[in-house]
């Protein structure tokens, strides 16, 4: 139940098109869900996160959506570009613990 | 503002050596957070620090251990050291619980 499950394992995706990866959790006492942004040889970077107040919060080309009912979330990339290819992990913690629970993480690369 | 900062950021030891890891959070953060990252289990849940007291602490064998100064600074230790035991460790911190973290970019402990 404190599995957070992600797909796909990687992702090849053209420049310019839609990135996308899905999260999916079972512990529905989770009320926090960032994103991070991992580059080879460097620690993962926070890039968005959400609350399930709401049902979707954009940051530039970056947007989560979040589906309570189905406990289910993706983070999507616009307009995807060469310097988004990394690896993404979804993550999820409840107030009472905060403890991050790790996706398995999904290499994307953006091909020129 | 500086980042976390880790060090070392390489370290390669023998089995049954013991290691200690060092983690600056960044200015005015009090909480303090390790995690383990390898290819096969990805990213698991050490522990977390708090005002110089450990609040939560992962599945983890006794002979990882850690603490937290009164300046926020934190330490892990690994004791017996096993080859399974090579990771990148990683240590976040955020201004108090329960809010987003900020990762350091790793040790790279290495066991021959």
């Known amino acids: 139940q404190q599995q957070v499950k992600q797909s796909p394992q990687s992702l090849i995706v053209q420049k310019g098109g839609i990135s996308i990866i899905n999260c999916a959790y079972e512990?529905?006492?989770?009320?926090?869900f960032p994103w991070y942004q991992q580059f080879p040889g460097k620690g993962p970077a926070l890039l968005i996160a959400?609350?399930?107040d709401v049902s979707e919060k954009k940051e530039g080309r970056f947007t989560i959506s979040f589906n309570k009912s189905a406990k289910q979330f993706s983070l999507h990339i616009m307009d995807s570009q060469p310097g988004d290819s990394a690896t993404y992990f979804c993550?999820?913690?409840?107030?009472?613990?905060?403890?991050?629970?790790w996706g398995a993480g999904t290499k994307l690369i953006i091909k020129p | 503002k500086a980042g976390v900062t880790q060090t070392p950021r390489y370290l390669i030891k023998t089995r049954g050596q013991q290691v200690t890891l060092s983690c600056s959070p960044i200015?005015?953060?009090?909480?303090v957070s390790w995690y383990q990252q390898t290819p096969g289990q990805g990213l698991q849940f050490l522990f977390e620090?708090?005002?110089?007291?450990?609040?939560n602490k992962g599945n983890f064998p006794g002979r990882f251990s850690g603490r937290q100064f009164s300046n926020s600074r934190s330490e892990m230790n690994v004791s017996t050291l096993e080859l399974g035991d090579s990771a990148l460790y990683l240590c976040?911190?955020?201004?108090?619980?329960?809010?987003?973290?900020?990762f350091g970019d790793g040790t790279r402990l290495s066991i021959l």
């Open positions: 512990n529905t006492a989770f009320d926090y």
């Open positions: 620090y708090f005002s110089e007291t450990q609040r």
């Open positions: 976040a911190s955020s201004l108090t619980v329960n809010q987003p973290q900020h």
């Open positions: 200015s005015g953060h009090r909480s």
């Open positions: 993550a999820a913690s409840s107030g009472s613990n905060y403890q991050l629970i």
């Open positions: 959400i609350r399930p």
